[in-house]
């Protein structure tokens, strides 16, 4: 019939052929057969090929020679088992081939073995290079068939929710003439005579949409940043979810709309996506996800206070720092029971020129981060809508107002308020599925040392089907 094309794991077991072992009593129970474990994306299924009316010993032999990771079509029938097989997703049943045919051969050797690929905690043995080299094989493991799976449904729970909350997708350019989020990490490009930059974020052009009175719109798109950082969260190329909307009375509506979303996401993912996460969790340790509902909101100052309270020594007005947030998750964990959390009114200082200021003390904004498990996965703020004072801004943060002049002139002709928020595709991934071995931190205990033990197994490029970093180019 018209069988889908599978792929077969493990090599047929060769042994079971050799002439040597076929005693003539075993030859009555005809033991002329090889096994195999047949794939097919994140399901397995043990096969045979047996010797009998239907099958010749040439069939046999053929079948066994087949080699790991062939393409190939069976035809037989579903039998159930007297004992379940631990090793396959399809526990129950062996299928057992009458006819075997091979569609696509794979090599004789494989430079990286999927069974070994699977193996939990064989990060040490098959290092991240091994497995990005060989990518499309890694890629074959259940384990990254479900993450795939989780990460399209990041997308679709975004994607859902925001159109349901009628939200429009646009589509904006990647090759812009200016750097949209400030700061020299941006990659240049030539354009014709001209140069031009890849784009840092799709921040100017959603803006733009709602001047254009979209008045709710996201995007899904790839984003580029030209960091030389070599860390287990950073990327040169992620996937970005944006969106922006226009507001009525304060910009608290639109935390309220990405807090609700984000539980939307959560739910859906850990109701729809149950398996998946439990094919990953076979291989990366993981606890589930927690959430609250509503969202939980704290202030930057009192995250800043809860972190002092807990002997961090840092002023109201810096900067988290990567170990400072991370203790900050930890804590709000402990204290609230949730790994998702939205800080709200950052200092003016640390965000971009299109922050709207707090218009009651400049030295605050109306900004917000929201962290899971303790890392960013999104930022977001008001905007300034005022031409004048975002020209202001502009050039205290020593960007060129010439590049911009079509975003700022964008505000002269009636513009609403407006706020939105950029979310990091791969890290909602990552942090969602917690590649990380939960570690109790203990208060005297070196940040430095806790950060450093998490990064250990929580990286970034595990959640990049492609990933690009400094380091690498290709595949
Ligand atoms: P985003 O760019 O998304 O706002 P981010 O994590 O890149 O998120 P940054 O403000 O660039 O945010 O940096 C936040 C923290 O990330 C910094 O405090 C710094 O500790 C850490 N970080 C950034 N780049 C590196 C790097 N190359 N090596 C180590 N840590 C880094
Ligand atoms: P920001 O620069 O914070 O904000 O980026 C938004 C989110 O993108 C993710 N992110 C990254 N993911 C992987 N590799 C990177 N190098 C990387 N850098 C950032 C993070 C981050 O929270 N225009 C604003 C958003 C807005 O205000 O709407 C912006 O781009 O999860």
Not at 65 to 75: A, F, P, R, T, Y
Not at 334 to 346: A, G, N, R
Not at 374 to 398: F, M, N, T, W, Y
Request: charged share 30%; hydrophobic share 35%; net charge negative.
């Amino acid at each position: 019939g018209n069988m889908p094309m599978i792929r077969s794991t493990e090599r047929p077991d060769r042994t079971i052929l050799d002439l040597k072992d076929l005693t003539p009593s075993l030859k009555d129970k005809k033991v002329w057969q090889c096994f195999f474990v047949l794939r097919q994306q994140k399901w397995t299924i043990q096969a045979l090929v047996c010797v009998g009316p239907n099958v010749s010993k040439q069939m046999v032999k053929f079948s066994a020679g087949i080699n790991k990771e062939s393409i190939i079509d069976v035809e037989g029938f579903a039998r159930t088992v007297d004992q379940k097989i631990e090793s396959c997703s399809q526990h129950d049943v062996e299928l057992h081939c009458e006819q075997v045919w091979v569609v696509s051969s794979a090599a004789p050797r494989l430079p990286l073995l999927i069974e070994d690929a699977v193996r939990p905690e064989t990060d040490d043995v098959i290092n991240q290079d091994t497995r990005l080299d060989n990518r499309i094989l890694d890629l074959r493991t259940t384990t990254n068939q479900a993450i795939y799976r989780i990460e399209a449904g990041v997308c679709k729970y975004f994607r859902d929710y925001l159109m349901e909350k009628d939200f429009i997708e646009i589509h904006v350019p990647k090759i812009i003439s200016a750097a949209s989020e400030g700061g020299a990490n941006v990659f240049t490009v030539s354009y014709f005579k001209d140069k031009a930059y890849l784009a840092q974020s799709p921040q100017l052009y959603k803006q733009m949409a709602i001047t254009a009175d979209f008045d709710r719109v996201f995007t899904i798109g790839q984003v580029f940043r030209a960091e030389d950082s070599n860390t287990h969260r950073h990327l040169t190329e992620f996937g970005g979810l944006d969106l922006e909307m226009a507001f009525k009375f304060h910009y608290h509506e639109v935390i309220e709309v990405i807090g609700d979303m984000f539980v939307h996401i959560f739910k859906n993912l850990r109701d729809n996506l149950q398996e998946e996460i439990e094919t990953v969790g076979r291989q990366y340790k993981s606890e589930p996800f927690k959430f609250l509902e509503p969202s939980l909101v704290l202030t930057y100052k009192e995250g800043v206070r809860l972190l002092r309270d807990n002997g961090v020594d840092m002023g109201d007005e810096d900067d988290l720092s990567t170990p400072a947030e991370k203790l900050l998750g930890r804590l709000i964990k402990q204290k609230y029971d949730t790994d998702f959390f939205i800080l709200d009114k950052f200092p003016l200082a640390v965000r971009p020129f299109y922050t709207m200021p707090d218009p009651t003390d400049k030295k605050w904004s109306n900004s917000y981060d929201m962290f899971m498990r303790g890392e960013e996965i999104l930022s977001g703020a008001q905007r300034v809508h005022c031409p004048d004072l975002l020209s202001e801004r502009a050039k205290e943060k020593g960007v060129d107002l010439e590049h911009i002049k079509s975003y700022i002139d964008s505000f002269r002709y009636g513009a609403p308020p407006h706020a939105g928020g950029g979310i990091g595709m791969e890290r909602v991934t990552m942090l969602f599925i917690n590649t990380y071995i939960s570690i109790h931190f203990r208060y005297g205990e070196s940040m430095e040392r806790v950060t450093m033990l998490f990064l250990g197994l929580d990286n970034i490029r595990k959640t990049s089907m492609f990933p690009r970093d400094p380091k690498r180019l290709s595949t």
